[in-house]
Nanobody
Framework: QVQLVESGGGLVQPGGSLRLSCVASTSAFNSEVMGWYRQAPGKQRTFVAHIGPGGSTFYPDSVKGRFTISRDNAKNAVFLQMNNLKPEDTGVYYC????????WGQGVQVTVSS
C-alpha cells in the first residue's frame, strides 16, 4: 500500500518559518502533480499549493508569495517552505496526489501563535 508521510511541523510565532516534508513510499508519484493541503480546526481541508512533474507550481492567493512548494524526485519527496506565517495558517498539513488523491496520511500539525 502506497503511503505518504509528512513531517516538519511545529509551533512557530507569527512571521516565522517552517519547512514541511512529504515522502512517498513509491517513486511512481514523481510523475504526478503533487499538492499540499491544510485543515484548520473545525474546517474542511483546503488546497495550499501544487507542483507538476516538471516543477511548475500554483498557489492560491492566501499563500502566494509566502509559501514555496518544491520536489526532489531522487528522494520521492515534496517540500513546502512556509515563510511569514500567520495565525490563520494554523492547521494540520497533508500532501497527496493532486488529481487522484490516495488515502490521506497522518498529516503534520502547524501552529502559528505568539
Amino acid at each position: 500500500q502506497v503511503q505518504l508521510v509528512e513531517s516538519g511541523g511545529g509551533l512557530v510565532q507569527p512571521g516565522g518559518s517552517l519547512r514541511l516534508s512529504c515522502v512517498a513510499s513509491t517513486s511512481a508519484f514523481n510523475s504526478e502533480v503533487m499538492g499540499w493541503y491544510r485543515q484548520a480546526p473545525g474546517k474542511q481541508r483546503t488546497f495550499v499549493a501544487h507542483i507538476g512533474p516538471g516543477g511548475s507550481t500554483f498557489y492560491p492567493d492566501s499563500v502566494k508569495g509566502r509559501f514555496t512548494i518544491s520536489r526532489d524526485n531522487a528522494k520521492n519527496a515534496v517540500f513546502l517552505q512556509m515563510n511569514n506565517l500567520k495565525p490563520e495558517d494554523t492547521g494540520v498539513y497533508y500532501c497527496n496526489r493532486f488529481y487522484s488523491p490516495i488515502a490521506w496520511g497522518q498529516g503534520v500539525q502547524v501552529t502559528v501563535s505568539s
